[in-house]
């Protein structure tokens, strides 16, 4: 067969999620199928800046065709615009204008779908909320199938959502919740699975980061829709009451990062360290509010690593109880306690991360969803 995966950038230090996400399956996938990517040459995701890249090359054995992304988001514009949408009721003609300013506006990527159609057996479509997939979709009709990548947002109740979804021959969701969530808000019924993405089991050693220990770790970027805010103003509250314990960030800082000497940023790390820093760990915190699927918990429950988790993200609960791999917090108090316990009972620390490693293995494993990539193909085919 031939699949092409159709994301809105894509490439080796492309380091945002949806995106990664694409590109693991793509490189997996490409066991079974003939995969070529087809994306634009945006290198920023703010105003989709275009990046020196090749019209066409080979990463990893996949072949990535790029399309020129024709016009740069004006933030401006765009932000006047999506309030304007969320607040009052708006035409189609609106959306349609929203569709090109969300962008990554390439429309010879879409002629490229339409005219090359039947060269291709499916595409598989990563995020619903882009121009790649919201023109992309309707052209390629029943070879369609998507990967929502959705959260609680404003535009999932937008009706161009709606019509996105109702062109869909197939769902592959991130999470229960996302699947849930989006068949409530539009009565979705078609063929779908939750599915994720494999997480490469790693055999660690650790010991590198010990002098900093005992600490909690973050990994990922440093931004407030990321929740970091809240987590440092929860965790400097903490430290003053119960001290002792050091906050570790991973990650690109989007936002100021607080002086303070028991918050340690180790800025990005190479993968080998990244995984040594998490295994060193007492646990991983992701504070994030708006997720569809969160790689760094199946990564740290891959090593047996306990995590903590935001509770008013629907899927990071979901996770978390589905797992029994950690705890939730909902609030400071709920995070003080939940820090307390797992800094005082390290049988239960112990037993939680073992629970996120047997989900891992029942889950998360390439060989599992591999499978069911193969399973959803021959089901809507």
Partial sequence: MKVAIVVQRYGLKIAGGAEYHA???AEHMAKHWNVEVLTTDAEDYVRWKRGNFPREEEINGILVKRFPVERERDVVKFGALQRRLEREE???????????????????????????????????????????SLRGVPVAGEKALLVPTAEHDPVLYF????????????FLYNSHEEKELIEKIHGISAPNVVVGVGIKEHRVKGGRFKEYSPYMIYIGRIDRNKGAERLFSYFRRYRRKHPGLKLLLVGKPIIPIPEDEDI????????????EALAD??????????????????????????????????????QVRRSGGGLYFNDYYEFEEAVEIMRSQPGLLKAMGEAGREYYLENYRWE???????QMAEAVL
């Fill in 281 to 318: 760990s007492l646990f991983l915190v992701n504070p994030s509010h708006f997720e569809s699927l969160s790689m760094i918990l199946l990564e740290a429950w891959s090593i047996a690593k306990p995590v903590l988790v935001y509770g008013g993200c629907e899927v990071l609960q979901g």
């Fill in 90 to 132: 708006h035409t189609p003609e609106e959306e349609e204008m929203w569709i090109d300013e969300e962008g990554p506006y390439a429309p010879s990527l879409i002629k490229h779908i339409k005219k090359n159609r039947e060269k291709y057996d499916l595409f598989i479509f990563f995020s619903y909320r882009y121009y790649q």
């Fill in 159 to 170: 009706p161009l959502a709606r019509r996105v979804f109702r062109k869909t021959r197939g």
């Fill in 23 to 25: 590109r693991l399956i």
């Fill in 368 to 374: 599992v969803i591999e499978g069911k990539y193969l």
């Fill in 264 to 275: 340690v940023h180790l800025g990005f790390l190479p993968e080998e360290e990244k995984w």
